[in-house]
Nanobody, 124 residues
Framework: QVQLAESGGGLVQAGGSLRLSCLVS????????MGWFRQAPGKEREFVAI???????NYADFVKGRFTISRDNAKSTVYLQMNSLKPEDTAVYYC??????????????????WGQGTQVTVSS
């Protein structure tokens, strides 16, 4: 059974940084697309970033230049380095794995596996 466990969330001041981690158990991630979504209160879940198994990456426009996704396949872990955080980045951040290919990668409906989420709160 594949399980995803996020960590690294917390409270940070605007302009600060956090690094989220997502540990995958149950199988290796080397052939998985791994990504991050987030959901703020009262808003829909939205795409943040994805790391493809071939090495390429895609980002939402609102995080380009501030967030970096990376992965360590040997550790079955994907990371999200978040810099220059803004209050509007406050959300629960979810790790996702295994893009189904049945739609656009920015849709939350096209991933087989989800973590439970980790709260990120950015104070102004």
């Amino acid at each position: 059974q594949v399980q995803l466990a996020e960590s690294g969330g917390g409270l940070v001041q605007a302009g600060g940084s956090l690094r989220l981690s997502c540990l995958v158990s149950g199988r290796t991630i080397s052939d998985y697309a791994m990504g991050w979504f987030r959901q703020a209160p009262g808003k829909e879940r939205e795409f943040v970033a994805i790391s493809w198994s071939g090495g390429s990456k895609n980002y939402a426009d609102f995080v380009k230049g501030r967030f970096t996704i990376s992965r360590d396949n040997a550790k079955s872990t994907v990371y999200l380095q978040m810099n220059s955080l803004k209050p509007e980045d406050t959300a629960v951040y979810y790790c996702v794995a295994d893009f189904t290919g049945s739609g656009t990668y920015s849709s939350p409906r096209v991933y087989h596996y989800w973590g439970q989420g980790t709260q990120v709160t950015v104070s102004s």
